[in-house]
């Protein structure tokens, strides 16, 4: 017989009844859990006064989120369009949206602003980001409540960034289906005030880290829109299809047996693939294939394994296909290197300038692996591509990660519960290598730019991070 307490430790804690009603008399057990008491109590004990996050005296003057209504999405080419990112999406460095809504005064309060701070308030709740430039562009869901700040928005981040933070956030979920938090939950979150001088530091340092975000995807922009014109590729959307009954009212194809190719399901012959490869036959110099050994070294789908997982510090950082592209990937996991070297070593291990591509569940997000995800580990859900060098890394990366890539990608998609792809299909990915070599040789630069911002970008919000545990959270 197994004695459940061998199996799970039971965590309790006493509560005053003063701490209930300053808790908006909460009842449930997770608002007073032992983790959060304690980060509460570290901040309200600290060196320096704490004031309530959200309150007449705190630093957020208004907190909100946007109201729900129904939502009519359009093509990306209506004239009026805007993407609309969803509470996950907010997190990734450079956004794609897939849906777009019209940009009209019914979706007003589902703009944000510069320097507000976004956090997550159902599903997964308490993950963080900062308005920039380039959110700034996008609609975001309900999901994410609006702080307003009154000063120092980079403060806030940070803090909400930090696990002492994120956790008594958290303690403020309620919800027995969904999950989730309100706005006025935040008038019992408390934030340490420290002097000016500290405040602004860490504001700063994450106001330039945003910054740099914003540049690197300028960089990447504008060397996604040098390869488009090289190639002369009209948008994705206006391609000419090759169909059977333009007129019918679903897209209908002709294939020829000896195109088959061993594939009988249509989304692997789809047209717009064709377009896409005729248009690089026409326009680049060469059309080879990922797999050619002048475009990659060795392209890696990892095998499955049972994991064995480790605290923080005490193994390899571990993230999902979900995570690649943020810049420092929330709820990482952490990886045994006693249980899993060879496998790390060997399959798992990410090194600068690969570009990773996800294979199972959602496929064909890419990501440029930047210096700060050095020897970090991936699951087998994500192909690695081992640049064949530094001169075609970031020019390999730019073409997978553009509309036409994407497209190129996914038509290889197979399995009829969860979607898929593998490394051969990878290798066989069409690749352009261009005419004007000079141009080529810039937008592999531009792209290796944009990485090396990343970096930077990453070095400066681990140290707002670092001042805010140390001298602000934990400071003696």
Same mark, same amino acid.
């Given at each position: ?8 430790? =039971? ?70 369009? =805007? ?57 975001? /869901? ?20 930090? $696990? ?22 935040? /008038? ?29 995807? $300028? ?125 790390? /070593? ?62 190129? =990608?996914?038509?290889?998609? !197979? ?39 990343? !970096?930077?970008? !990453? ?7 670092? =001042? ?9």
């Amino acid at each position: 017989m197994v004695n459940f307490h061998d199996r799970c430790e =039971i965590k309790w804690c006493s509560v005053n009844l003063s701490d209930v009603f300053s808790r908006g008399k909460r009842l449930e057990a997770s608002v007073f859990d032992v983790e959060a008491k304690k980060a509460h109590d570290t901040i309200v004990k600290g060196k320096y006064e704490a004031v309530n996050l959200y309150s007449d005296n705190g630093f957020v003057a208004n907190a909100h989120y946007g109201s729900r209504l129904k939502r009519n999405y359009v093509s990306k080419l209506n004239d009026k369009a =805007i993407g609309f990112l969803g509470s996950s999406e907010m997190l990734d460095v450079r956004p794609s949206p897939v849906k777009f809504m019209v940009n009209d005064n019914k979706v007003d309060d589902l703009h944000v602003k510069l320097g507000n701070v976004l956090l997550s308030r159902s599903g997964t709740i308490g993950n963080v980001t900062f308005v920039g430039e380039t959110l700034s562009k996008y609609l975001i /869901s309900e999901h994410a409540i609006r702080l307003e700040c009154r000063e120092f928005p980079g403060y806030v981040y940070a803090y909400l960034k930090t $696990k002492t933070g994120k956790t008594i956030v958290c303690s403020n979920i309620y919800g027995a289906v969904i999950e989730q938090i309100e706005p006025e939950h935040l /008038s019992t979150v408390p934030i340490p005030n420290p002097p000016n001088g500290i405040k602004s530091k860490i504001n700063d340092l994450i106001a330039k880290s945003f910054a740099l975000r914003d540049e690197s995807n $300028k960089l990447i922009d504008n060397a996604t829109k040098l390869l488009i014109d090289e190639l002369k590729l009209p948008p994705i959307e206006k391609l000419e299809l090759d169909l059977y009954d333009p007129k019918a009212s679903v897209e209908t194809y002709s294939i020829k047996l000896s195109n088959l190719k061993g594939r009988i399901d249509g989304s692997y012959h789809v047209p717009v693939v064709q377009a896409i490869i005729a248009c690089l036959k026409a326009n680049a110099a060469e059309v080879t294939n990922v797999g050619d050994e002048t475009i990659s070294k060795d392209i890696i789908l990892p095998g499955r394994f049972k994991r064995v997982y480790v605290d923080e510090g005490f193994g390899r950082v571990f993230i999902g296909g979900k995570q690649i592209g943020e810049l420092d990937p929330t709820n990482k996991k952490y990886l045994s290197i006693k249980k899993h070297g060879d496998r790390i /070593s060997k399959q798992l291990e990410l090194h600068e300038n690969m570009t990773l591509i996800t294979c199972s569940g959602t496929i064909g997000k890419v990501a440029l692996v930047g210096k700060h995800w050095e020897k970090w580990t991936a699951n087998q859900h994500i192909i690695r591509v081992v640049p064949a060098s530094i001169d075609i890394a970031g020019y390999l990366n730019i073409f997978l990660a553009s509309d036409y890539g994407h497209a190129l =990608i996914t038509h290889y998609t !197979y399995g009829s519960v969860v979607d898929e792809i593998d490394d051969n299909h990878v290798r066989d990915i069409p690749f352009p290598l261009l005419k004007n070599k000079a141009t080529q040789n810039k937008i592999n630069e531009m792209a290796l730019e944009a990485n090396k911002k990343r !970096y930077e970008a !990453y070095l400066a919000e681990q140290e707002a991070l670092r =001042i805010m545990n140390e001298e602000v959270i934990f400071a003696k």
